[in-house]
């Protein structure tokens, strides 16, 4: 079902927006834009069809979709999607943080909704194409980025349950300061045992929308504990620390004078493998730390809490970056990390790498920075 179809970027239809906002208008949006709440003028668009594959692309103005009533992924749920950053460089032009990865992990996360898979290239030509033509809603304030929200939808009309013929790929990008109000605070979070993310054999490892309705419940408990994020245990014993809602989890840990980065293991199928934790991973591993990927059980996180070896914990993704977390919850009490409003000096360290690579600060050893053609 995989189309062979490779859309080049010479063959996007541009459709400029009739009334796009105005330079005071943008301007004023891009003050303070919370995350996910601002929008750019265009979107990118590619339909497919069982028949033709992927076919038409288009930047078109950004409007509300007309979707049949009986389009597949309103009953059956069929959508994925992805979440990447662009960053405004200091020569002005704007790279995408290693796209390459995200469009893979579309793939996959395609495979297994039983969706047709978008080549990397198309999909690396879509985002680039979208910011192309709304490069100037790219922030140029250090701590603001350029969210892109690739995303893909069963469009076809049938109510059947089986793979649909036809579906609609989008990229739309939104302006977006700091992921937490609060900042780069330490974050509390809820460790549940009532509900779990995915099972062994499910949609874990697919950035599906499934998966986030599923944990919408439980994140508002873990909102009702004073929690920003819900810590996910594995379904089978809860017992062992997978990720937060939206991000994967680190831990640093002392050994002797040593200190050991630890991350739960993705192996199982049930994490989602996050691009940023791969990429702290290396640059622990070139820092010169113990990096260990590997089954956490929750009770080892207490103890080491508990006995003063837990010296740090962070949580990492695209939107929070790396986040200190400061304070565990669970149906045990309260395990208070840090009472220290700054960030740990190992996650101070990894941010500090990772974050000077996308901003083009440092210098790019791994090639995971990609200059948006024409922005230069
Ligand atoms: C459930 C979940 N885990 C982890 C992550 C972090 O992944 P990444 O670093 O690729 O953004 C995300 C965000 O995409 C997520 O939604």
Not at 65 to 86: C, I, N, R, T
Not at 181 to 190: E, Y
Not at 327 to 335: A, C, I, K, P, Q
Not at 342 to 355: D, F, I, N, T, Y
Request: hydrophobic share 40%; net charge negative.
């Amino acid at each position: 079902m995989e189309s062979e179809t490779i859309v080049t970027l010479s063959s996007f239809l541009v459709e400029p927006n009739p009334r796009p906002a105005t330079e005071a208008e943008r301007a004023q949006k891009m003050v303070s834009p919370a995350f996910g709440t601002v929008f750019t003028d265009h979107i990118a668009m590619i339909p497919w069809h069982a028949d033709r594959g992927w076919h038409d692309p288009r930047i078109t103005a950004r409007a509300s979709l007309s979707l049949d009533p009986a389009a597949s992924v309103l009953h059956y749920g069929q959508a994925v999607f992805e979440g990447f950053k662009a960053y405004r460089q200091p020569d002005g032009s704007v790279a995408t943080f290693r796209p390459n990865a995200h469009g893979e992990r579309f793939i996959r996360s395609c495979e297994r909704m039983a969706m047709p898979g978008l080549p990397v290239e198309t999909f690396i030509e879509a985002t680039d194409r979208l910011i192309l033509q709304d490069r100037a809603w790219v922030p140029t304030h250090p701590e603001h980025t350029m969210y892109l929200r690739p995303l893909m939808i069963a469009t076809e009309a049938a109510l059947g349950v089986r793979r649909a013929q036809e579906y609609l790929f989008l990229v739309q990008a939104s302006p977006t300061g700091p992921y937490f109000a609060s900042g780069i605070r330490p974050i509390a979070v809820w460790a549940s045992r009532e509900y779990s993310r995915t099972a062994p054999g499910g949609t874990g490892m697919a950035k599906c929308a499934g998966n986030y309705a599923a944990s919408l419940l439980p994140q508002e408990q873990a909102r009702s504990k004073g929690c920003s994020q819900v810590m996910w245990l594995d379904a089978k014993e809860h017992r062992f620390v997978e990720e937060l809602g939206g991000m994967n989890l680190f831990f640093v840990l002392a050994h002797g004078s040593d200190k050991v980065v630890v991350t739960p293991t993705i192996e199982g199928g049930t994490l989602l493998a996050g691009i940023t934790r791969a990429s702290l991973l290396e640059l622990a591993r070139e820092r010169g730390y113990r990096v260990e990927e590997r089954l956490v059980p929750f009770d080892e996180v207490l103890s080491a809490i508990a006995d003063g070896t837990m010296l740090e914990i962070f949580a990492c993704g695209t939107a929070a970056v790396v986040t200190p977390v400061g304070r565990v919850l669970s149906n045990e009490g309260e395990h208070v990390v840090t009472e220290d409003e700054q960030m740990g000096p190992v996650s101070a360290e990894l941010r500090s790498a990772l974050v000077s690579i996308q901003r083009g600060t440092a210098p790019d050893t791994h090639g995971w920075m990609h200059t948006v053609p024409g922005t230069g």
